[in-house]
């Protein structure tokens, strides 16, 4: 993995490991002030405490959302982090990681690294 100044360099779309111990694809999203995953795919963790609800702006307008906490290792680093619970069933990926952990953990975004993960990652679970 190359670093620039220890900060390590990702791409839009990466592999992410849940709580489940099984590794998703999550889009990499410097747009989105916080992440999100999908309110099935939480589901199927089983019962998961809302720590608090927030409002969020998205493209369809303001709306409450709940949070809930999530522990997830990315790039080899394990962390614990809020995530707000919305329906992304249309949409093609069930997590976002938002500005929130890309600051916290010091992440630098490179567009290009996508080609290598979808040759490295087909054995990725989908959830639907």
Wanted: net charge positive; charged share 35%; aromatic share 8%.
């Amino acid at each position: 993995m190359e670093k620039i100044k220890d900060r390590l360099i990702i791409g839009t779309e990466e592999t992410i490991i849940l709580e489940d111990g099984n590794k998703y694809r999550a889009k990499i999203d410097t747009g989105a002030d916080s992440s999100s995953i999908d309110k099935k795919l939480l589901e199927s963790f089983g019962d998961k405490e809302i720590i608090e609800h927030k409002y969020f702006r998205s493209a369809l307008g303001r709306h409450k959302r709940p949070i809930t906490r999530l522990e997830i290792t990315f790039q080899g680093i394990k962390f614990t982090e809020n995530f707000n619970i919305s329906d992304r069933s249309n949409l093609k990926f069930k997590i976002l990681i938002g500005k929130d952990i890309l600051k916290k953990e010091g992440f630098l975004i490179d567009p290009l690294k996508n080609l290598t993960l979808k040759n490295k990652n087909k054995n990725l679970k989908e959830f639907s």
